[in-house]
């Protein structure tokens, strides 16, 4: 593909290679990378945190359901904010909207590591907490993403985005070792690891500035009365019978893998296992995605769209059923690294098929519509992943969410939109960029 630079003179074009060499590798992008290391430190502190939460609550009610409570609270509040957070990051600063929403989670975690130190930590207040930090995450998720887009040049966006997979990975590969140690160590320890990670977030975007000039043009497109206000984004990909199929299998996937970490937090408990070995077992979806960060690449050239998806999800819904009946850490583990490998591939299509398809001026609203339908089905599964492991037990649980999952994929193999859906033209040029992440990220 050409592009025409130095306009008024002779019109001259160059090759992909050719721009290529004028742009610096990803590695030395440094607002790129320090935005990748705060969200890096913030989602290692989450995934020790994810280990801590269910592990206070369990030993301070005994119940599996109360568990799965606070998992449906910090969901849903997550949820519920989506549309809203897709609204402001289109209207305004979105760096702001960043810093805003990052201070909420600082001192929201700080609270329970100051409660834990004068012994006074009640479910109410995780509730609270929980609620207060998933409602931040749409506000910064999106306003992140934004800004990487804005400080990344569009040749290396799969490449950025690929690293950040591997970011995810890094984070929950640390975070649930770290959680479960820490908390073996003193409870408020994962609390305290946790609010120094949201700090090193906010910190980063503070530090890191952007271009704003497009923010008054947002602002007019968002106030305009054919703009479609905060449901544009909903409109948009529901009209779309392929993206629709795509969200809508992403919506059982969550349903039905979100609450697995929670499921092996119980089961590893009912077993006997330590903190630390539980945080150990959840390594495996860390390593999981490691791994299949690497196969971007590959399983974009080789499948299409619908098809990967497809098969990816099928997948899941074996591995889930023998998260049901495997036992000790290790073997969870292993389960956990299958279910996790096709994820990394996933969460690019998305992008490539989706994100990089509609204007700047809707793009915040149409990614947290996406992630807004799809995010619905991890509160719905988590909060009766606690009622099922409390009343059918563990390997019950995991038949009825693999059963769910079933039938949400038959669903979507039976759309033909998704399954003759093919990658945009320039998805060759995606695959190579992609090919280049893992390197940059080394």
């Known amino acids: 593909m050409g592009r025409t630079v130095m306009p008024g003179t002779a019109v001259q074009t160059e090759t992909t290679a050719d721009i290529a060499t004028l742009i610096p590798p990803l590695r030395r992008n440094w607002r790129f990378q320090t935005l990748w290391l705060g969200s890096t430190a913030a989602l290692t502190g989450i995934f020790a945190t994810d280990i801590a939460y269910p592990l206070v609550i369990l030993a301070l009610t005994g119940s599996p359901a109360t568990a799965g409570l606070?998992?449906?609270?910090?969901?849903?509040?997550?949820?519920?904010?989506?549309?809203?957070?897709?609204?402001?990051?289109?209207?305004?600063?979105?760096?702001?909207?960043?810093?805003?929403?990052?201070?909420?989670?600082?001192?929201?975690?700080?609270?329970?590591?100051?409660?834990?130190?004068?012994?006074?930590?009640?479910?109410?207040?995780?509730?609270?907490?929980?609620?207060?930090?998933?409602?931040?995450?749409?506000?910064?998720?999106?306003?992140?993403?934004?800004?990487?887009?804005?400080?990344?040049?569009?040749?290396?966006?799969?490449?950025?985005?690929?690293?950040?997979?591997?970011?995810?990975?890094?984070?929950?590969?640390?975070?649930?070792?770290?959680?479960?140690?820490?908390?073996?160590?003193?409870?408020?320890?994962?609390?305290?690891?946790?609010?120094?990670?949201?700090?090193?977030?906010?910190?980063?975007?503070?530090?890191?500035?952007?271009?704003?000039?497009?923010?008054?043009?947002?602002?007019?497109?968002?106030?305009?009365?054919?703009?479609?206000?905060?449901?544009?984004?909903?409109k948009a990909l529901w009209r779309d019978r392929t993206v629709r199929a795509v969200v809508v299998l992403l919506f059982f996937l969550n349903a039905s893998g979100a609450p697995l970490s929670l499921a092996?937090?119980?089961?590893?408990?009912?077993?006997?296992?330590?903190?630390?070995?539980?945080?150990?077992?959840?390594?495996?979806?860390?390593?999981?995605?490691?791994?299949?960060?690497?196969?971007?690449?590959?399983?974009?050239?080789?499948?299409?769209?619908?098809?990967?998806?497809l098969g990816v999800v099928a997948s899941v819904v074996l591995l889930v059923v023998l998260l049901g009946l495997v036992s000790g850490p290790w073997m969870i583990a292993l389960v956990l690294f299958g279910t996790m490998l096709g994820i990394p591939s996933i969460t690019v299509l998305l992008d490539v098929l989706i994100f990089r398809q509609v204007p700047d001026e809707v793009r915040g609203r149409t990614l947290t519509s996406v992630m807004t339908v799809m995010g619905l089905g991890i509160p719905?599964?988590?909060?009766?992943?606690?009622?099922?492991?409390?009343?059918?037990?563990?390997?019950?649980?995991?038949?009825?969410?693999?059963?769910?999952?079933?039938?949400?994929?038959?669903?979507?193999?039976?759309?033909?939109?998704?399954?003759?859906?093919?990658?945009p033209a320039d998805k060759a040029e995606a695959g190579a960029g992609a090919g280049g992440a893992t390197g940059s990220a080394s």
């Open 70 to 234: 606070f998992g449906f609270v910090q969901a849903a509040a997550t949820v519920l904010c989506g549309l809203p957070a897709g609204q402001l990051v289109d209207r305004y600063d979105r760096r702001l909207v960043q810093v805003a929403a990052e201070s909420v989670r600082v001192l929201a975690t700080a609270s329970i590591a100051l409660s834990f130190a004068l012994g006074r930590v009640t479910p109410t207040q995780l509730m609270i907490v929980g609620a207060l930090v998933g409602a931040a995450q749409p506000f910064v998720g999106a306003a992140r993403m934004l800004t990487v887009r804005s400080v990344v040049a569009p040749e290396q966006l799969t490449a950025a985005l690929t690293q950040d997979e591997i970011r995810g990975s890094v984070a929950e590969l640390a975070g649930p070792p770290l959680g479960g140690l820490l908390y073996g160590l003193a409870r408020l320890l994962p609390f305290l690891f946790s609010t120094v990670g949201f700090a090193l977030s906010l910190v980063s975007a503070l530090v890191v500035r952007t271009d704003n000039t497009g923010a008054a043009a947002r602002r007019k497109s968002v106030a305009g009365a054919e703009d479609g206000g905060i449901f544009a984004g909903i």
């Open 264 to 309: 092996a937090v119980y089961r590893l408990t009912q077993q006997g296992a330590p903190s630390w070995g539980i945080g150990l077992a959840m390594t495996g979806s860390a390593l999981g995605g490691l791994a299949g960060a690497g196969l971007v690449r590959t399983l974009h050239r080789r499948f299409r769209p619908g098809v990967l998806l």
């Open 380 to 423: 719905l599964g988590t909060g009766s992943l606690g009622l099922l492991l409390q009343y059918v037990g563990g390997t019950g649980a995991m038949e009825v969410l693999a059963a769910v999952l079933a039938c949400g994929t038959a669903w979507a193999a039976l759309q033909p939109g998704l399954r003759a859906a093919r990658w």
